[in-house]
């Protein structure tokens, strides 16, 4: 568990209404004057520490699920980053999605290989080592990438889109973004104009849709950023919704809510949710749809992680083990 000190601590945030961006957003006095998009929405949003997400998904194996994770450099972090996914996942569940953002470069590292998901779908930048987004996808779904919506303005709008197909006559759409904050070149005008176009697009063609990635636009600012509230109210007005409402990124003296997922697919029971991570300086966010119409058909592949620690844990169990009896005995049947 994570303990902070100073003015901001996780039990607060927990709940807080002032970190809670449904709260806030039914409390504001505009906000008042009309109906709220959260009303139609029936899910909810919590933190999880890893073994509370396990218990949370013991039955969730046919679910539409997703995580996001800004992981700050993926070769740096694979070794934390695996251990995670194997903390995350069970027998009877595993995520279909698993979105990274800041994967910085990565070309020639040959560990980058999660069991039980197609070979990873990356774009990063050619001027420089840093930003970049990611995608695993389990292994029986078959996808397409996007080409004509995954945009890619490095230092401004990073991103990478996939089509699936689902049990409903509408296929899936999946997305993973990044907006780098760092001047000169972070344009926030340029980011939302180019995402509302997607979304238009997306729209469009009547597709259920899942946009997750490190936004850096701390949501819980709506009230006091304009730009924040056009931003918000433009995702609102292309009917999505963000389902991940509370403070993703936590420190002693701040608590901002920059890690987002949207959908479209917003009437269906869903559960959404941040973990409680330390791979890097955000926490994970993830998404599962329960709706009967956007499952894939999920089929877990039981693996083994074979991590520097798990290693050792097994050399430490069979190290406590007496072989004696084995070893004296003639018979090796027996044996």
């Known amino acids: 568990m994570f303990i902070f000190t100073g003015q901001v601590s996780l039990d607060n945030i927990r709940t807080g209404s002032e970190y ?15 109906d709220s998009p959260f009303q139609y929405s029936h899910h909810v949003c919590s933190y999880y520490e890893p073994d509370e997400f396990r218990t949370l998904v013991s039955q969730n194996n046919k679910s539409f699920s997703c995580f996001h994770l800004n992981c700050r450099g993926l070769s740096s972090n694979w070794e934390s980053f695996t251990n995670l996914i194997c903390e995350l996942h069970s027998d009877t569940f595993m995520f279909n999605f698993i979105g990274i953002s800041e994967i910085f470069r990565h070309s020639g590292d040959m560990r980058l290989n999660l069991p039980g998901y197609h070979n990873l779908i990356s774009r990063s930048r050619d001027d420089g080592p840093r930003g970049g987004v990611g995608l695993f996808i389990q292994n029986h779904i078959t996808f397409k990438i996007r080409e004509d919506i995954s945009v890619f303005i490095p230092h401004v709008f990073e991103s990478v889109f996939v089509e699936v197909s689902t049990k409903s006559s509408k296929n899936e759409i999946i997305g993973v973004i990044y907006r780098p904050n760092t001047e000169p070149y972070a344009d926030m005008d340029i980011f939302y104009s180019t995402l509302s176009e997607i979304m238009n ?4 063609e009547q597709k259920h849709c899942t946009i997750m990635g490190d936004m850096n636009i701390d949501l819980l600012k709506f009230e006091s950023h304009h730009k924040t509230e056009d ?21 002693a003296s701040s608590a901002t809510l920059i890690d987002h997922i949207y959908t479209n697919n917003i009437t269906n029971p869903s559960h959404s949710g941040i973990i409680i991570t330390d791979v890097a300086d955000h926490f994970g966010v993830f998404h599962i749809n329960n709706s009967k119409s956007s499952q894939i058909i ?4 039981k693996k083994r992680c074979f991590t520097a620690n798990n290693i050792d844990k097994f050399k430490t169990n069979l190290d406590q083990l007496d072989f004696t009896k084995v070893l004296e005995s003639s018979c090796p049947e027996h044996a």
């Open 298 to 301: 999920n089929s877990v592949t």
């Open 231 to 251: 931003y918000l109210e433009d995702i609102f007005c292309n009917g999505f919704l963000p389902v991940i409402v509370k403070p993703t990124r936590i420190s």
């Open 201 to 204: 697009l997306i729209n469009k």
């Open 20 to 34: 809670d961006l449904v709260a806030l957003y039914e409390d504001d006095d505009d906000a008042t004057q009309k």
